[in-house]
C-alpha cells in the first residue's frame, strides 16, 4: 500500500533533549512538508521540500531542523531551542508537477516534552 | 496571496440533518480548494477538491462543496449526519499555478453529532 509513515505515533522527552521525528513516503512525491498543530488550532507550516537536498522554512521555523537527502524521506529535528515543542507533528506528501496539489498526510507523531 | 476563513469553530447537528459548513476564500489567481477531515489523534484525509472542472464537486463519504465564485464561497454539505461524521474539518486553498505548491489551511471546525 501506499502512504505516508510516521514514527513514533508517541514521543515523550526531557526539556533540552534535540529529539528527531521520522518521515517516509511510498508515493513517489517530489514534495514534503510538516506541520505543527496545537489543540483547537489549525495546521501550522514548519518546513517543507519541493524536491531532494533542497527544502524551505514556513511560518514557524524557529526552533526547528529538516534534511532532504533521500525522495522518500524527510526527518524533522526539534532542537532545544524551540520554546514550546509540546505538539502534534505532522507530514504530508504532494505531487504538483503531476498536478496534485492536494497534499497527503500521515498519521502524525504526538511529542511530549517535559 | 491566499487566505481561507472557516466560519464557526463549532457546529452541532442533529443525526439524520443536513451538515453544513462554510468556507470562503481570498486568492489572486484561480485557487484549487480543499475539504480535509481529521478524527481525534490522526492525519488529515482528503475528502475532496476543486480543480476548475466541475463547480459542484463530490467527494467521500457522501460530502459534496460547490465552488461558488461570486461568494468566494467553497462551503461543505452532507444531506443527512451520521455518528461516524463527527470530527474536525479543514478547508484549504492552493494557487492553481504556484510553483511552490503550498496549501493554506483554515483554522478547522469541529462538528458534533447529536443523537
Known amino acids: 500500500d501506499g502512504g505516508i509513515t510516521q514514527s513514533p505515533k508517541y514521543l515523550f522527552r526531557k526539556e533540552g533533549q534535540n529529539v528527531t521525528l521520522s518521515c517516509e513516503q511510498n508515493?513517489?512525491?517530489?514534495?514534503m512538508y510538516w506541520y505543527r498543530q496545537d489543540p483547537g488550532q489549525g495546521l501550522r507550516l514548519i518546513y517543507y521540500s519541493q524536491i531532494v537536498n533542497d527544502f524551505q522554512k514556513g511560518d514557524i521555523a524557529e526552533g526547528y531542523s529538516v534534511s532532504r537527502e533521500k525522495k522518500e524521506s524527510f526527518p524533522l529535528t526539534v532542537t532545544s531551542a524551540q520554546k514550546n515543542p509540546t505538539a502534534f507533528y505532522l507530514c504530508?506528501?504532494?505531487?504538483?508537477?503531476?498536478?496534485?496539489?492536494?497534499?497527503?498526510f500521515g498519521p502524525g507523531t504526538r511529542l511530549t516534552v517535559t | 496571496a491566499q487566505s481561507v476563513t472557516q466560519l464557526g469553530s463549532h457546529v452541532s447537528v442533529s443525526e439524520g440533518a443536513l451538515v453544513l459548513l462554510r468556507c470562503n476564500y481570498s486568492?489572486?489567481?484561480?485557487?484549487?480548494l480543499f475539504w480535509y477531515v481529521q478524527y481525534p489523534n490522526q492525519g488529515l484525509q482528503l475528502l475532496l477538491k476543486y480543480t476548475s472542472a466541475a463547480t459542484l464537486v463530490k467527494g467521500i463519504n457522501g460530502f459534496e462543496a460547490e465552488f461558488k465564485k461570486s461568494e468566494t464561497s467553497f462551503h461543505l454539505t452532507k444531506p443527512s449526519a451520521h455518528m461516524s461524521d463527527a470530527a474536525e474539518y479543514f478547508c484549504a486553498v492552493s494557487a492553481l499555478y504556484s510553483s511552490a505548491s503550498k496549501i493554506i489551511f483554515g483554522s478547522g471546525t469541529r462538528l458534533s453529532i447529536r443523537p
Open positions: 504530508a506528501s504532494s505531487n504538483p508537477r503531476g498536478g496534485g496539489y492536494e497534499q497527503y
Open positions: 508515493l513517489n512525491h517530489d514534495a
Open positions: 486568492s489572486s489567481v484561480p485557487p484549487y
